[in-house]
Structure formats: structure tokens, C-alpha cells
């Protein structure tokens, strides 16, 4: 079992940059990560995920091409990246946690993901 614990959320103007990091309790190298989202009054969703070597990657298109994830498994930290931000990613932002045989799989969907961090706000001002 993993805890997670977000960090890095605040009050940014639209445009600028934040950077989130998720801290696990324990190794992290057999699991996938994930970070999910979501805004008031609505469902969370996907936001970016990455395998457990950290060589794939996956983002909905909502973010592709401003969020980068990574991760440092010597760390037990994954990094959310966030550039040239919009009022609507405005959101709750969740980090996420499934173990993983395969180290290239990414993880899409919520319900395969097992563990979940207490999520770190971040707010885009227009």
C-alpha cells in the first residue's frame, strides 16, 4: 500500500506556469502513475499519465502540449508540469497510484487506479 501526498497547487494568472509534485510513502517503481482532475460541479478526469519506467506517457487532449509528467522513482516523487495555464484547468488536482507488472503501461481510467492522494488546488485567474 502507497500514500500520496500532492503539493505544489496555488493562484497562478492565466499564461503562467505551476509545478505539482506527488510524494509517496514508499517505493514507487511498481506502480503506474496518474493525475486526474476536477473542477467544481463536475467528474474527474484524466489529465496525464505515466509508466513505471517512465518512458511512456500519455495526456488527454485537453493538456497535450502544456503539462509534462515525470517521474523519479530514486525519489518516490511524480512531477506535473503545467505551462501556459487557462482559467480552466482550474481544478482540484489528484495524484494516483495502480501497481503494474508491465513497465511501459499507462493507466487512462480512474477505476483501475487503486490509490489516490488527498489533491492540491490550483486556481488560473483571467
Known amino acids: 500500500q502507497v500514500q500520496l501526498v500532492e503539493s505544489g497547487g496555488g493562484l497562478v494568472q492565466t499564461g503562467g506556469s505551476l509545478r505539482l509534485s506527488c510524494a509517496a510513502s514508499?517505493?514507487?517503481?511498481?506502480?503506474?502513475m496518474g493525475w486526474f482532475r476536477q473542477a467544481p460541479g463536475k467528474e474527474r478526469e484524466f489529465a496525464a499519465a505515466?509508466?513505471?519506467?517512465?518512458?511512456?506517457?500519455y495526456y488527454a487532449d485537453s493538456v497535450k502540449g502544456r503539462f509534462t509528467i515525470s517521474r523519479d522513482n530514486a525519489k518516490n516523487t511524480v512531477y506535473l508540469q503545467m505551462n501556459s495555464l487557462k482559467p480552466e484547468d482550474t481544478a482540484v488536482y489528484y495524484c494516483?497510484?495502480?501497481?503494474?507488472?508491465?513497465?511501459?503501461?499507462?493507466?487512462?481510467?480512474?477505476?483501475?487506479?487503486?490509490?489516490w492522494g488527498q489533491g492540491t488546488q490550483v486556481t488560473v485567474s483571467s
Open positions: 505515466i509508466s513505471r519506467d517512465g518512458g511512456t506517457t
Open positions: 494516483a497510484a495502480t501497481i503494474k507488472r508491465s513497465w511501459s503501461v499507462v493507466v487512462t481510467t480512474r477505476p483501475e487506479y487503486e490509490y
Open positions: 514508499g517505493r514507487i517503481y511498481n506502480y503506474a
